[in-house]
């Protein structure tokens, strides 16, 4: 499993149209919204190209300027306990 996290900026204008694409996409969610239009996600992925994928799926969304990953982690057993 994939787990990550960035940071997506709107077009000033299309904060709820990326918003609601993002909330669209399988394994994303919204953290937190600025008023500028930045919006803290996280990313929750099977492997390393679905990863991939969903970043691709994001930077296509209309209204999205940038994509950029600022955290990113891989478990080879998520539900096991250290």
């Given at each position: 499993m994939?787990?990550s996290?960035?940071?997506?900026h709107?077009r ?8 609601a ?12 919204i600025s008023?500028?239009?930045?919006l ?43």
């Open positions: 994939n787990i996290s960035a940071i997506v709107a000033p204008g299309e904060l709820s149209r990326v918003e694409g993002l909330a669209a996409i399988p394994g994303v969610e919204v953290h937190a008023p500028e239009g930045k803290i996600v996280t990313i929750e992925s099977d492997d390393d190209s679905s990863n991939v994928a969903t970043y691709e799926r994001i930077g296509q969304l209309d209204g999205v300027m940038s994509a950029a990953m600022v955290y990113h982690q891989t478990e080879s057993e998520p539900f096991k306990e250290i």
